[in-house]
């Protein structure tokens, strides 16, 4: 592309000023990384809003800033399912019933939960996945960014990876977990204050929401649809032709709101970490619902503008186009950077772009973050070098070691950008793999909090199983218009689903069920090798419940959590 | 861990506040510039904006560091 963007020194002085707060933050840690428990736990001390904000910033990642904007150009509202189903339940129910068992256990991540709840062959496989899965999330965003900051703003490839790498790397590898804790939560202000001004200026382009409204209607009817499919949410899932996402409610309700969001957000570490890093049980606890209130609104910040791009795409005036890819189609994940172009002069121009940075760099130090301490403590320390009994030493060796593992995430990662770089379906790959294996763990994790009787073998297989019945999903079917493999349907072509969504709501719905049939089997056919003592603070029955009386009720986590369910429905009804 | 967070995200934002705040004004004569954000001097209102957010913060720090001190 020619017509790139033409920064000025107002936008470059933005963007180093953030740059020299972000490394000043690790700079100010890095005295108190004396341990290893401070490197990589963050010393568990940090305040319930603070690792609240993290948590949702960390989510807030490039990859979920540009693919939903881009979601809003094509489904309009209905892209809100992602949110106020498909993310705030199970954000309520980690808080609630999961987060004393993670936090009580004193499990330093959930593999070591894996690892006290169940048996070591548990938590090996869940460690060696995650990690590999984690470091190759990190390279591909990395690709996306320096494909994004080449394609629009001229940028060299190479310049922009090893640049957005090193300031990542750097402030992690000074400051640790606290450093990525810390920053997230400055890089979840600049997210929110340098796309409102695209947000403020589309809608007053477009006459405001009536005026949006007026504009869909002959679009979404020449396309097929009822004039208000863009900005509803439920009113046409009915039948899955009726919306452009292609799925009808029960697989929205099943698929995305049980399945996909319970396996995302209750097992995944890079998200839990930051709750298990807050400093009492009821912090800790408090940590998602306080992620809950933000990420409630971020459709309004991320994906309306992409409902505006429909608009502005379909009147030629405007002079608004996305980018063509080889075969002729619009990159609908640019969607987001050309709105940035459309609307900003020199300045906020800068801010929105570091907006965009700030977004990769809360995403990439999450992934990097939660790697280092699953290699220190589930794969180094358990099988390499284990606890020799000197605590002192053992700190600084563990220091030394979840340091130079930083350092090697962060070079992995960058090769896992080129490759990314050379294949581009990876990324497709890469979704596919991991919600086949976050929906099985969700299954074994949820049986072991909830029911003692769960045996580490029973865990293992249904681990296993779940996710082998998954990639056999994924063989025998395949969406419409499936061009490549990755796809799926590469055993036979046995069903075929409208969209692609779909057949990832069911391979997801498919894997979850067979490992908990599997998990609950066995578990009644094997012993169990764990002593009720052994299990204390594992699971539900068997650990004393938290008393919240202690703090006000308006610090409690009941009242946060009705508070969160209120304001979700009250949204899902004004939009239905 | 040792640092107040409210305290670099108020400075930062301060200084990016009146960094875009002096930038708007100095800009507002040029109409060519502002064309594309619908004649809104957005400069100008995004860097009130920040500046009352920094200070917000900056507030909110020192007065936890005076109770502190207490």
């Known amino acids: ?13 933005v963007m180093i000023i953030y740059f020299m707060f972000v490394l000043g933050i690790g700079w100010a840690l890095k005295k108190y990384m004396k341990d290893a ?15 609240g904000l993290a948590f949702i910033s960390t989510n807030l990642g490039a990859l979920e800033v540009m693919g939903m904007t881009g979601s809003g150009l094509k489904y309009g509202m209905l892209t809100t399912h992602f949110y106020w189903v498909g993310a705030i339940p199970a954000m309520v129910f980690l808080a609630l019933f999961m987060m004393p068992f993670y936090y009580g256990s004193k499990a330093r991540s959930v593999p070591e939960y894996l690892k006290l709840r169940y048996d070591e062959k548990t938590r090996g496989l869940n460690a060696i996945l995650f990690a590999v899965m984690t470091i190759l999330a990190s390279g591909i965003s990395m690709y ?6 080449e394609k629009v703003l001229g940028w060299n490839f190479h310049m922009s990876l090893v640049l957005s790498a090193a300031v990542v790397l750097g402030y992690t590898y000074l400051g ?11 890089q979840f202000f600049i997210i929110v204050l340098g796309l409102l001004p695209v947000v403020f200026l589309s809608l007053k ?30 009113k046409y899932t009915g039948t899955a032709a009726a919306n452009p996402m292609g799925v009808e409610w029960y697989s929205i309700f099943a698929g995305l709101g049980f399945v996909l969001s319970f396996g995302y957000w209750c097992t995944n570490f890079l998200i839990v970490q930051r709750a298990m890093s807050a400093h009492s049980t009821v912090a800790a606890r408090n940590t998602p619902l306080i992620g809950a209130l933000p990420k409630m609104f971020v459709p309004f910040l991320i994906i309306v503008p992409g409902i505006i791009a429909l608009v502005l795409m379909n009147n ?12 002729g189609q619009p990159i609908y994940d640019y969607t987001i950077i050309m709105l940035l172009k459309q ?14 940075l700030a977004s990769f760099m809360s995403g990439m130090a999450g992934n990097v973050s939660a790697f280092n301490t699953v290699w220190t403590y589930d794969i180094y320390q358990s099988y390499i070098r284990p606890v020799t009994g000197n605590k002192a030493d053992d700190e600084k060796h563990y220091l030394g070691v979840g340091r130079l593992a930083t350092i090697f995430g962060v070079i992995v990662s960058i090769a896992a950008a080129y490759l990314a770089s050379l294949f581009g379906n990876i990324m497709d790959f890469l979704q596919t793999i991991f919600s086949m294996i976050n929906a099985p763990l969700f299954a074994v994790i949820f049986l072991g909090m909830f029911w003692k009787r769960t045996t580490g073998h029973a865990a293992f297989t249904g681990l296993l199983a779940g996710f082998l019945v998954a990639l056999l999903h994924h063989g025998l079917t395949f969406p419409a218009g499936a061009d490549t493999l990755v796809k799926g349907g590469w055993i036979a072509h046995v069903h075929q689903y409208p969209v692609e969504m779909a057949q990832n709501f069911w391979t997801a719905i498919y894997a979850c069920a067979t490992s908990a049939t599997v998990a609950v089997v066995l578990s009644l056919i094997t012993k169990q090798k764990k002593s009720d003592i052994e299990l204390k603070g594992l699971v539900y029955s068997l650990t004393p419940k938290v008393h919240e009386e202690v703090v006000p009720w308006y610090k409690r986590s009941t009242t946060l959590a009705i508070l969160v369910l209120t304001i979700a429905t009250v949204l899902t009804i004004l939009f239905w | 861990m040792g640092i107040d967070i409210k305290l670099p ?3 930062m934002f301060s200084i990016l506040g009146l960094l875009l705040t002096v930038y708007g004004l100095i800009t507002a004569s040029n109409q060519a510039m502002y064309e594309k954000s619908l004649h809104v001097n957005i400069n100008l209102w995004i860097g009130l904006t920040m500046l009352v957010f920094g200070g917000i913060m900056l507030l909110l720090s020192f007065k936890k560091k005076k109770k502190e001190g207490m």
């Open chain 1, 205 to 234: 382009d477009v006459g405001g929401w009536s005026g949006l409204q007026d504009q869909l209607a002959p679009i979404a009817t020449a396309k097929g649809f009822a004039a208000d499919t863009w900005t509803t949410t439920w």
């Open chain 2, 9 to 11: 995200i108020g400075l």
């Open chain 1, 176 to 186: 640790g977990l606290s450093s990525a804790i810390y920053n997230e939560v400055l």
């Open chain 1, 316 to 327: 030629p005036a405007t002079g608004f186009k996305l980018p063509l890819n080889e075969a």
């Open chain 1, 1 to 13: 592309m020619t017509n790139s963007f033409n920064l000025e020194w107002i936008d470059y002085t």
């Open chain 1, 144 to 149: 996306a960014l320096a494909i994004l900051m």
């Open chain 1, 37 to 51: 428990k401070a490197f990589l736990e963050a010393g568990r001390s940090m305040p319930a809003w603070v690792a």
């Open chain 1, 343 to 356: 609307y900003l002069p020199a300045g906020v121009l800068g801010l929105g772009i570091t907006a965009l």
